[in-house]
T-cell receptor, first 114, second 108 residues
Framework: DVKVTQSSRYLVKRTGEKVFLECVQDMDHENMFWYRQDPGLGLRLIYFSYDVKMKEKGDIPEGYSVSREKKERFSLILESASTNQTSMYLC?????????????FGDGTRLSIL | RKEVEQDPGPFNVPEGATVAFNCTYSNSASQSFFWYRQDCRKEPKLLMSVYSSGNEDGRFTAQLNRASQYISLLIRDSKLSDSATYLCVVTNAGKSTFGDGTTLTVKP
């Protein structure tokens, strides 16, 4: 079974802080994704990566950056956290570059910015 | 117009009922289709893939109509444990687009 692990289930940070969300998958998947999910807005893609050191912007990249130094790890960075970034953040992965296989999700991180 | 549209519901049905959800998508080049289930405050989990020939998994049947660009999910003999939000997912060139979900509540 694919295991996607997110570093924190719940996180509380202050406005202006630099925030790191970590995601690790154990199935040697090439593709990794970061989403945020908000009531009434569904899942929105922030960034994704098809390979190590490679990243592509999703639909809402503003205020975020990512890092993929190793194949199994994909980090989401909030450069200067703001209250409108309070949300549920979900990491996912799939095998094979540009694969159309279903995504496997981590448990999610509920982030609150005060 | 959203790329993937679902009726948000909520659908409130009694145990044992049959319920159907529909989903439409706008990109005719879409290649793969899925239904996910998401419980409250949890991550989405794959329920089943959707094929043009239709596929069944126990009480769940999924169908794809490429010509009309819609996907359906049928749940027979609903159980209390089926209460959740069901997400329609369309994938193309490695990127997935998620519907906003349809909420189902099954009542005793």
């Amino acid at each position: 079974d694919v295991k996607v692990t997110q570093s924190s289930r719940y996180l509380v940070k202050r406005t202006g802080e630099k925030v790191f969300l970590e995601c690790v998958q154990d199935m040697d998947h090439e593709n990794m994704f970061w989403y945020r999910q908000d009531p009434g807005l569904g899942l929105r893609l922030i960034y994704f990566s098809y390979d190590v050191k490679m990243k592509e912007k999703g639909d809402i990249p503003e205020g975020y950056s990512v890092s993929r130094e190793k194949k199994e790890r994909f980090s989401l960075i909030l450069e200067s956290a703001s209250t409108n970034q309070t949300s549920m953040y979900l990491c996912a992965s799939t095998p094979g570059v540009y694969s159309n296989q279903p995504q496997h999700f981590g448990d999610g991180t509920r982030l609150s910015i005060l | 117009r959203k790329e993937v549209e679902q009726d948000p519901g909520p659908f409130n049905v009694p145990e044992g009922a049959t319920v159907a959800f529909n989903c439409t998508y706008s990109n005719s080049a879409s290649q793969s289709f899925f239904w996910y289930r998401q419980d409250c405050r949890k991550e989405p989990k794959l329920l089943m893939s959707v094929y043009s020939s239709g596929n069944e998994d126990g009480r769940f049947t999924a169908q794809l109509n490429r010509a009309s660009q819609y996907i359906s999910l049928l749940i027979r003999d609903s159980k209390l444990s089926d209460s959740a939000t069901y997400l329609c997912v369309v994938t193309n060139a490695g990127k997935s687009t998620f519907g906003d979900g349809t909420t189902l509540t099954v009542k005793p």
